[in-house]
């Protein structure tokens, strides 16, 4: 349960509309299934059926539910958002209880790094690097096709390890005692091209996210380079700025 | 002239990389035209020709400049990277002296808000809001297609100042002493339809970004509602996670 705060300067009814938003976008309550009734939330949050009310008609207007009378209140099919706020992994993020998301391995081998990788992960030119070519399926949807670059003396056995099933940063961090630092990102629109389109289940031409990230660990020594193509229909990027 | 670190674990060479790079993006040193010589750096930072000659061939791995025998290091055009890292607006980064940077005024006019913007603004339904579309042109391209809401109570003469040559947030500040705390923002990827792909001066389908922000001033008010269209082969955003 979900408290509220008494001492907060926001009313009671956007603390819930706030909580309720949370579960939704972490699939707490999942896509076109009902709330709970209006009923559950006055004894959940010990507010009035008012507050409850107002609390639900903010989501509304936010396009994040649609009430059927009789019925209840039902989940909008809406966004994945992805806060900018802080370092994140889709693997560690998307997974949890309710959540069906795996990776789908197309190839994990080994490879002399071209010119671009070998600048941005800072090594020798004779060093070989991992690459990791993986689709992220989220509840049955491919939603990222990603390309992870590791050099090998990094983490000398991954492609060995269960890929499909774990987050990398999770095996780097807990396998190879690799601490993560941060990562710098870079984020771009682009339009699928035939391979991009086919692995994500989109049409030829659909706005993607292509992003590019290097993750470091101490003394900004970078550990992974990766390309990301994120279907723009299913994920929005969200950050303040101050 | 900026100094060097002689303390910083960055090496002499990468810092005078930095440096020429800041330099390229800030437009301090123009697209298709030639770099101070070798020599002219060797003085500036007082370090040897090879230390120079290190710098540039990062900058060439980058991509930011290429190098004709006999003529010297000619910047390349290259995405306007933009910083998520604190509050960005491009009517202030993008103006400075070398660079010629205006709003072209679409229209600016008093309307009735929809819904979206009623709720946005956190105002009431029959509060008037004043639109304003605007191109952003940056030496001589069409960059940016925005479209700003603001309360008519929050800067009642808005639309009869220089909007073509300012930037509204130095208006709001300036002229109507509203503070800027912070914003929120979403961004997507989209693809150009006609309207806009005319207006951007960009072929029908390439990639745009969308975003969404919400400006606020203390106390989380919302004080402008703004939505951009903005060109993907122009510009990148960037980011450090933590």
């Given at each position: 349960m979900d408290n509220l705060n008494k001492?907060?300067?926001?009313p009671y009814y956007l603390q819930i509309k706030e909580i309720i938003r949370e579960r939704i976008l972490n699939n707490i309550y999942e896509i076109d299934t009902l709330l709970p009734s209006e009923k559950e939330f006055c004894k959940e949050f010990n507010v009035t059926r008012a507050t409850v009310r107002n609390a639900l008609r903010e989501l509304k207007k936010e396009g994040l539910i649609c009430t059927e009378k009789g019925v209840g209140s039902i989940v909008k099919p809406h966004k994945i958002e992805q806060s900018l706020l802080q370092f994140y992994s889709f693997g560690r993020t998307l997974?949890?209880?309710k959540d069906d998301f795996i990776s789908k391995i197309i190839s994990a081998k080994k490879i002399k790094p071209n010119c671009n990788i070998i600048n941005r992960l800072?090594?020798?030119?004779?060093m070989s690097v991992y690459e990791i070519l993986r689709i992220r399926i989220f509840n049955k949807s491919p939603l990222i096709l990603e390309a992870s670059y590791i050099p090998v003396?990094?983490?000398?056995?991954i492609i060995k390890d269960k890929l499909h099933g774990m987050s990398i940063y999770n095996l780097l961090e807990g396998?190879?005692?690799?601490?993560?630092v941060k990562a710098r990102e870079y984020i771009e629109p682009q339009v699928a091209n035939e391979f991009q389109s086919k692995h994500l289940s989109i049409e030829y031409g659909s706005p993607i996210f292509h992003t590019e990230r290097l993750t470091l660990t101490h003394n900004n020594k970078p550990i992974e380079y990766r390309n990301s193509l994120i279907r723009g229909d299913k994920f929005k990027f969200y950050t303040e700025l101050y």
């Amino acid at each position: 349960m979900d408290n509220l705060n008494k001492d907060s300067y926001l009313p009671y009814y956007l603390q819930i509309k706030e909580i309720i938003r949370e579960r939704i976008l972490n699939n707490i309550y999942e896509i076109d299934t009902l709330l709970p009734s209006e009923k559950e939330f006055c004894k959940e949050f010990n507010v009035t059926r008012a507050t409850v009310r107002n609390a639900l008609r903010e989501l509304k207007k936010e396009g994040l539910i649609c009430t059927e009378k009789g019925v209840g209140s039902i989940v909008k099919p809406h966004k994945i958002e992805q806060s900018l706020l802080q370092f994140y992994s889709f693997g560690r993020t998307l997974k949890n209880k309710k959540d069906d998301f795996i990776s789908k391995i197309i190839s994990a081998k080994k490879i002399k790094p071209n010119c671009n990788i070998i600048n941005r992960l800072e090594i020798k030119k004779n060093m070989s690097v991992y690459e990791i070519l993986r689709i992220r399926i989220f509840n049955k949807s491919p939603l990222i096709l990603e390309a992870s670059y590791i050099p090998v003396h990094i983490a000398p056995d991954i492609i060995k390890d269960k890929l499909h099933g774990m987050s990398i940063y999770n095996l780097l961090e807990g396998k190879y005692g690799i601490k993560i630092v941060k990562a710098r990102e870079y984020i771009e629109p682009q339009v699928a091209n035939e391979f991009q389109s086919k692995h994500l289940s989109i049409e030829y031409g659909s706005p993607i996210f292509h992003t590019e990230r290097l993750t470091l660990t101490h003394n900004n020594k970078p550990i992974e380079y990766r390309n990301s193509l994120i279907r723009g229909d299913k994920f929005k990027f969200y950050t303040e700025l101050y």
